[in-house]
């Protein structure tokens, strides 16, 4: 089920909202949280209901395992960590059959022509994001971070509909301690003005413009796979999947909070207008957030972070961007993504290292002029470096990508001029201004509107109405008109359902 669908906007979301309410006044939250918890449950079945066993099964597994790493948090530290590798080791076991056996079986297939018959397994929706949640809370467990062990609020931890698919990667002590707080049972006209305009942004975003500049991507993405590209069809279809992926992503985890929001509950951000960073180490703490985070915390610092030396740095974090790369699909085209991305981030650790132990240098850096071509020349060159290694996220190949990058460097130019692009390039760049220039949800929403509503606080419009009930009434047409127009579309994925 689409968070764009007109079933779950329209059926879904006002049953489930209504009900946790409603509950929550008879049974209270206890039964709230069962109640939201099976409708969770519900909206991950919608799509396929053989894989609810495996959700519960996996949410079974991690709890008692947890529970067991609990109550040897006095044993010895042999045994714990035993419990710990075992534990990490299923979830990754289970991940690995589902999403990388085919993977695995065609590499040795490549590499040996052993011709052996390569297993056609569907792909669980959220598998990657329920499955890092959980080696999350079972880590944190071992480090006597968790004290919250309630089973049906881990229960809805995990499943918790707004990010059960594609994500903001959760950490359980920021969660856990709302689905306590019996404030969320209470229906507020304030959670529901800054959920809903979350919702209308992060809606608008997908069906407005992510799947606007969709079948531009597609269609030079699609073409290069047989015939080649001029210079500026190439640098089109790249320019629009880095779009595409921006506003489609970003509007998911936009929705997601604003979902989150109408029940009283917050979820962390995914998004801070990544395409403005000034260099690749900052575009990751902007780009999804919460997967830098959990790639930081449960990856590169147990591989030893930066505490070994430069050369063993810069192998952990070369290490950990290829897992990353991994971990968002099967195929080596996502390998090379993420190897891209960590060679970026050793080439700015390196450059940063100079600039601050080489004496010319420092001084160099430390100049106004060089502040300010710092500022200017660093924004654009790390959106180059983030759009060529997109050409490999979104290419269905790798000779398709060496194509793609071959084009956009003149290397296949063929004569005429460009076939019905012209008139998109507007489109373009006019998205492009509002993803490089424009304030982000947070700054609109959680700035400007939450600001403006503390100010105007109990004062009443239009006689007993307050302020927020009246953007409530607003936002909520403004969702349903956006619904509509998406109803009146082909309904496409997010595309971070596919990892």
Request: charged share 10%; hydrophobic share 50%; proline share 4%.
């Amino acid at each position: 089920m689409l968070f764009t669908s007109a079933a779950f906007l329209f059926v879904y979301l006002p049953i489930t909202l209504a009900g946790f309410f409603a509950v929550a006044r008879v049974g209270g939250l206890r039964m709230a949280i069962v109640w939201l918890t099976l409708c969770s449950l519900c909206f991950y079945g919608y799509w396929d209901v053989r894989f609810v066993a495996l959700l519960l099964g996996s949410i079974a597994f991690n709890y008692l395992i947890g529970e067991a790493l609990y109550r040897a948090r006095a044993s010895t530290v042999g045994k714990r960590k035993a419990l710990l590798a075992g534990g990490i080791a299923v979830d990754l076991a289970v991940l690995g059959y589902f999403k990388y056996a085919g993977f695995f079986v065609s590499t040795v297939n490549t590499l040996t022509a052993a011709h052996l018959p390569v297993p056609q397994i569907v792909l669980p929706l959220g598998i990657s994001f329920f499955t890092f949640t959980q080696i999350a809370y079972l880590v944190d467990v071992y480090a006597g971070k968790v004290t919250e062990r309630s089973l049906p609020r881990y229960a809805l931890f995990v499943t918790y509909f707004p990010h059960l698919i594609a994500g903001p990667v959760l950490h359980h002590s920021e969660m856990m301690p709302q689905f306590a707080d019996e404030q969320i049972a209470r229906l507020r006209a304030k959670n529901f003005a800054l959920g809903l305009g979350f919702l209308v942004i992060g809606l608008a975003k997908k069906v407005l413009l992510a799947d606007s500049v969709a079948p531009l991507a597609n269609a030079g993405f699609d073409i290069v796979n047989t015939e080649p590209l001029t210079t500026l069809q190439a640098w089109h279809a790249t320019l629009a999947y880095s779009l595409q992926i921006y506003f489609d992503f970003s509007g998911y985890s936009d929705m997601a909070v604003g979902l989150s929001l109408l029940i009283g509950v917050r979820l962390p951000y995914n998004f801070d207008s990544p395409y403005k960073s000034r260099s690749i180490t900052e575009f990751w703490r902007r780009w999804h957030m919460t997967l830098s985070r959990f790639l930081r915390d449960y990856l590169y610092i147990p591989l030893g972070g930066n505490r070994h030396g430069a050369a063993r740095r810069h192998l952990n974090l070369l290490l950990t961007m290829l897992l990353g790369g991994l971990w968002h699909g099967a195929a080596w085209t996502f390998v090379i993504w993420g190897g891209l991305h960590g060679c970026y981030l050793m080439c700015n650790h390196g450059w940063r290292w100079c600039a601050g132990n080489i004496a010319g240098l420092r001084r160099l850096a430390g100049s106004s002029l060089a502040r300010h071509a710092g500022t200017w020349l660093g924004w654009p060159l790390t959106l180059l470096a983030v759009m060529v290694s997109w050409v490999y996220f979104r290419a269905e190949s790798l000779p398709a990508a060496h194509r793609m990058l071959s084009c956009m460097t003149g290397a296949c130019t063929i004569s005429g001029p460009p076939p019905g692009i012209a008139a998109q390039w507007p489109l373009l760049l006019a998205l492009a201004a509002i993803a490089l220039f424009a304030p982000n949800s947070q700054q609109l929403i959680d700035g400007s509107l939450r600001t403006a509503l503390d100010r105007m606080q109990g004062r009443t419009l239009l006689g007993k109405l307050e302020p927020a009930s009246l953007l409530t009434g607003a936002a909520g047409v403004i969702v349903v008109m956006i619904a509509m127009i998406s109803a009146s579309r082909l309904i496409s994925e997010f595309i971070y359902f596919n990892f």
